[in-house]
């Protein structure tokens, strides 16, 4: 059975940088695209990051330049660096797994993920 747990939220300052973490089981992140999404109170979950298994990183425009994403393998997490916070930033943020597009960039575009974590929570105040 894949899991995968969210954990790195936390409150902080516009400018601030987080370092979220999804650790996986029952699943292999460095053989399978894995993603980060987002979710704000009224809105719809977006995308924010992939990783595909051939290590090609995927962004949405919002955060290109600013957020990171990576992977360890030995440790079989996902990483999701984030600086230069900003308070349109503050959401719940998921990992995802199991993509079900050929193409990482396309399963991030059409949230095509069969499995989720809880979230943790990112706030950005200014």
């Known amino acids: 059975q894949v899991r995968v747990v969210e954990s790195g939220g936390d409150s902080v300052q516009a400018g601030g940088s987080l370092r979220l973490s999804c650790a996986a089981s029952g699943y292999t992140v460095s053989n399978h695209c894995t993603g980060w999404f987002r979710q704000a109170p009224g809105k719809e979950r977006e995308g924010v990051a992939a990783?595909?298994?051939?290590?090609?990183?995927y962004y949405a425009d919002s955060v290109q330049g600013r957020f990171i994403v990576s992977r360890d393998n030995a440790k079989n997490t996902l990483y999701l660096e984030m600086n230069s916070l900003k308070p349109e930033d503050t959401a719940m943020y998921y990992c995802a797994a199991e993509a079900s597009r050929s193409w990482c960039y396309l399963a991030l575009r059409d949230r095509a993920f069969a499995s989720w974590g809880q979230g943790t929570q990112v706030t950005v105040s200014s």
């Open positions: 990783l595909s298994s051939s290590n090609n990183p």
